[in-house]
């Protein structure tokens, strides 16, 4: 289903909604744990009683069989088809570094690298630099300036930065400059397509400047520039679905990514579900009618292959959900943004259990949280970008299509 009709369809009223996501959340049998998932492993008295008066379905973020990343994995539970809406992956460095990117600004990875006699790469990420180090050099780039745009320069991690272009007229439409070998030299930056004559002469110029800048440092004194993206304004959750619509994430990325779909951002404090809590119940306060909060834990240690950790993440998450059910939300969403499964220690293709409570829904058999509950539950499976509309329709925020 198209999320148009949703969109067209959805009133300027209703009840209020709670979107929890736990971060690959979705697994696969652990041998260790006789062929449970991490959710069926874990104790969740809270989240099985929501199963058992909710319904569980299972949704694919990007689609059958593809592995998303977390951006779009966002993005699908925020409503947005998430191949139709595109995040570059320079686009996506800025956000995750918690950068405010603005219309028409183009970014782009950069990676710091070694480069021997006759500008030769001889290490294309600098012998994995520190931080620290990264910063430095971030902060000399950061003098760089270049007629007619505005250069942002922000360090990332290791040997990984960003830069970001601000002005008119900037394309996309460049190569990378990475050969993506050693023993090459850099490529020069060239266009993919006409109309970038602007952007790539920005681009030489910056490399130009940064090159002198960076010549005599060592280990790292070149730079190599790829994912050239340019950002483009989303149209917001108050834009398609009359939401007033905030976050509340640690995580720089998971709120760059809220921002885009044109959420207030709401601050933890402390920086735990305890303050995440509360911050969900200061957007209620503020007249706020729909709340993503993000868990990152499960996760990331999904991605160590730490299925006892993740057990105790979600176990930590399961004892958080009396406290969001006090918040007074009138419908409560927990899913996950892709599955982690610990034993592949990366993100992966398998579906995402949903649980839907609140408003009038068609319970199932379920009983637990889990995936394989999910699999078997009432609301089936479904594509992520479909999620907005059952949760839209539970809070009686969808009118009726026909006469
Ligand atoms: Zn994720």
Not at 190 to 201: F, K, L, S, Y
Not at 296 to 306: I, L, V
């Amino acid at each position: 289903m198209s999320t148009n009709l949703a969109s067209q369809l959805s009133l300027n009223h209703g009840g209020r909604i709670l979107l929890a996501v736990m971060d690959g959340v979705g697994d696969i049998p652990i041998p260790e744990f006789g062929g449970l998932t991490p959710l069926e492993k874990a104790e969740t008295p809270n989240l099985d009683k929501l199963a058992l008066g909710g319904a569980l379905g299972q949704q694919f973020p990007v689609g059958r069989g593809i592995t998303p990343g977390s951006g779009p994995g966002h993005l699908a539970l925020f409503g947005y088809d998430p191949v139709k809406y595109l995040v570059g992956r320079g686009a996506l460095a800025a956000l995750g570094i918690g950068f405010q990117l603005q219309h028409g600004d183009l970014a782009a990875r950069i990676n710091f690298c070694s480069l021997g006699d006759g500008e030769v790469i001889l290490d294309r990420r600098a012998g994995r630099i520190s931080t620290e180090l990264c910063t430095e050099l971030v902060e000399a780039l950061k003098h760089i300036t270049i007629p007619g745009v505005e250069v942002f320069v922000e360090p990332v991690k290791e040997h990984r930065a960003c830069v970001i272009f601000r002005g008119a007229g900037l394309s996309e439409s460049i190569h990378d400059t990475d050969p993506g070998l050693v023993g090459e030299k850099p490529l020069p930056v060239t266009a993919t397509a006409p109309g970038a004559e602007r952007a790539v002469e920005v681009v030489r110029q910056f490399i130009g400047k940064a090159s002198l800048i960076l010549k005599d440092k060592t280990p790292a004194n070149g730079l190599l520039l790829r994912g050239f993206a340019l950002h483009e304004a989303l149209p917001t959750l108050t834009d398609r679905f009359k939401l007033k619509p905030a976050a509340v994430a640690l995580y720089p990325m998971y709120r760059g990514v809220a921002s885009l779909a044109g959420m207030a951002q709401y601050q933890s404090d402390p920086a735990d579900l305890t303050g995440e809590i509360q911050a969900a119940k200061n957007a209620l306060k503020d007249g706020k009618d729909f709340v993503f909060l993000h868990h990152k834990y499960t996760d990331s240690s999904g991605e160590d292959g730490d299925h006892k950790r993740k057990v105790a993440e979600i176990e930590k998450f399961d004892k958080a959900v009396p406290g969001l059910l006090e918040c007074g939300f009138d419908v409560i969403c927990i899913t996950g943004d892709h599955s982690t499964p610990c034993p592949m220690k990366l993100h992966s293709w398998h579906p995402v259990p949903v649980l839907i409570h609140g408003g009038p829904q068609r319970t199932g058999w379920s009983r637990r949280f889990t995936e394989r509950e999910a699999a078997s539950g009432a609301l089936g499976t479904f594509q992520g970008y479909e999620l907005m509309s059952l949760l839209l329709a539970a809070a009686g925020r969808l009118a009726k299509f026909g006469a």
